[in-house]
């Protein structure tokens, strides 16, 4: 109901919307453009921009499967913020009021060792401004105090002062599961909680930086170290070549922005198509772009741009083409095959 409303109101307080693309020798661009009356709910929603670049610079430079920045203090960020904790969109009681005190989230989903079967999301980590780590850090610990029940045979603890960092006091988080493997489902659950977290399960850090909070989705130092390092003015993620690139191609003052790592993403999808004896050969160059989407909020009016590079389109070509080939192989083929 409420994403009904959502669009209705849009669409009142919309005046024009302008749709485009463009391609050329760099790559392909796709532009979605909405302007509101000035005076009205959705013009005051977007009539100010927002620097979602700064916070992907508080993320480290590593290989990554999708990054997102977000900046908090655009109006239309602070209605959406405002909407969750109404609707009590988060998995621990108090979290609505912690919420309020972000400025701005980044996320990144790197590179896991373990590979897209073995720990998704193990090297995984988000940071969260705030004018005020500490009392953020507080209201989290706050939060899940004695614990709290995600779901039936799911708890979720969190230990203050579990570690420590270059100095810096971490907590750890971790989700118990206490569910019998030989029980429907249990098994299932165990495993998919593997694949997606690693070895450890579900469970991570949080620490304060100087300007905010970050959490990892696995016990993993090293790129909290790593993060702590690029708050500090070391590699960021903003000084990834291929994201660099694709983010001059998006509008300036973005208030959202985020990227897919196509490189990283195909060279495992490869290898577990591989393991499954359907094995691809493609040439990919050795440094490849990601995609970018970014969407700025001014002057009353958003827009939303993506842009696909050249080296993308035409690597993605090959994997189609391929697939095609080995899937419409697979059919048997003939005069008498499914035209689908």
Known sequence: K?????????????????????????????????DFETDSEFGAMFSDSGDSAAMLKRLPSQPFLFALGADFNAPVAK?????????????????????????????AVFV?????????????????????PKAMMAGIQEATQGGQEMAPGMMLTYEAGATEVDGTSVDAWSVQMDMNPNQMGGGVVQQMSMMLFGPGGMGGYIAPGKNGVYQTLSKNSQLLRSALEAEGGDASLLDDRGLSMVASRLPKNRTVEAYIGVQSILSQGLQV??????????????QLPPIGVGVTTDRSAARAAT??????????????????????????????????
């Not at 590979?115 to 090297?123: C, D």
């Open 2 to 34: 409420r994403a009904q409303e959502f669009i209705e109101g849009m669409l009142e307080d919309g005046r024009n919307i302008v749709i485009g693309t463009q391609a050329g020798a760099s790559g392909l661009a796709f532009d979605v453009a909405m």
């Open 79 to 107: 209605k959406l913020l405002d909407v969750m904790a109404q609707m009590k969109m988060a998995f621990v009681p108090g979290a609505g009021n912690i919420m309020k005190q972000a400025q701005g989230m980044a996320t």
């Open 112 to 132: 896991s060792p373990g590979g897209l079967m073995g720990g998704l999301f193990a090297n995984t980590i988000s940071y969260t401004a705030t004018a005020d």
């Open 307 to 340: 842009f696909m590079p050249a080296p993308v389109l035409k690597t993605l070509a090959q994997v189609a083409m391929q697939a095609d080939q080995m899937f419409g192989g697979m059919g048997g083929g003939g005069d008498d095959a499914p035209p689908f």
């Open 273 to 286: 198509a591989a393991m499954f004896g359907m094995p691809m050969q493609v040439e990919m160059p050795e």
